[in-house]
């Protein structure tokens, strides 16, 4: 879903639903290609249009190579429109209480260290302290893999994190979580947050200015 409040400066809304809501399925891996360049871009452009099917054209400026100039890429990302009547389907689903909430570490090096580890299994164990450590662990019939990530920031905590317990882990499919490690392509500058919900679920957060995506993974069973 998109909505209009934060994110653009300008707009336009045409359309039956007038909250500047927009509910589309897209491909996370296409929409991650199609982002490959804005980390260096000037400005970028995304709008609904209609080619063979419904697409989300990106249209990103980058400057040429020479510096005195731009560039346009324009990449047409296929979409399905989720019809209004469906719309209670993709509510945000309940969290129970959280057990651990930290920063996680520059996603390009997250993202780096689990295509490595993919290599070795299709699971990965995430675990936390309050102190500021992380623990990210793949394990095989042959080996057993772990690295350690110290003195990351935690968040200021409300009402819906339990903080009697020293630590928090849980297993997730670890090409899933590599799909949050694309999120690095949206803003370079930006910060994740990593809560855990023990043995049940993780819900990250990326973080850039006014802007919040969040990404719910559901615990794998071992």
């Given amino acids: 879903s998109s909505g209009i409040n934060a994110e653009y400066g300008e707009y336009r809304i045409e359309g039956k639903d007038r909250t500047g809501m927009i509910l589309m399925n897209i491909s996370p891996d296409n929409l ?3 982002l490959s360049n804005a980390a260096n871009a000037t400005s970028m452009k995304m709008r609904l249009t209609k080619k063979q099917v419904a697409c989300l ?3 990103i400026a980058v400057p040429t190579t020479d510096g005195n100039g731009q560039r346009i890429v324009t990449q047409d990302v ?3 429109l989720v019809p209004l009547i469906h719309w209670s389907e993709f509510e945000d689903p309940g969290m129970p209480e959280i057990h651990m909430s930290i920063y996680f570490p520059p996603l390009r090096r997250l993202k780096n260290l689990l295509e490595r580890m993919r290599n070795l299994s299709n699971l990965v164990t995430i675990q936390a302290t309050w102190s500021g450590e992380m623990t990210v662990s793949v394990r095989s019939d042959l080996v057993t893999t772990k690295t350690y990530f110290i003195e990351l920031d935690t968040p200021d905590t409300d009402d819906g ?4 317990r020293a630590s928090a882990e849980v297993t997730v499919d ?3 979580l590599l799909l949050f490690g694309q999120s ?3 803003a370079a500058s930006s910060r994740s947050i990593c809560n855990i919900v ?3 679920s993780l819900q990250l957060f990326l973080l850039q200015d006014d802007v919040k995506l969040q990404y719910y993974l559901p615990a794998v069973d071992l």
């Fill in 32 to 34: 991650a290609k199609a």
């Fill in 57 to 59: 054209s990106v249209e």
């Fill in 78 to 80: 296929p979409i399905s």
């Fill in 161 to 164: 994190v339990d903080m009697t």
């Fill in 174 to 176: 670890i090409k899933k």
């Fill in 184 to 186: 690095q392509y949206l």
């Fill in 198 to 200: 023990h043995g049940r």
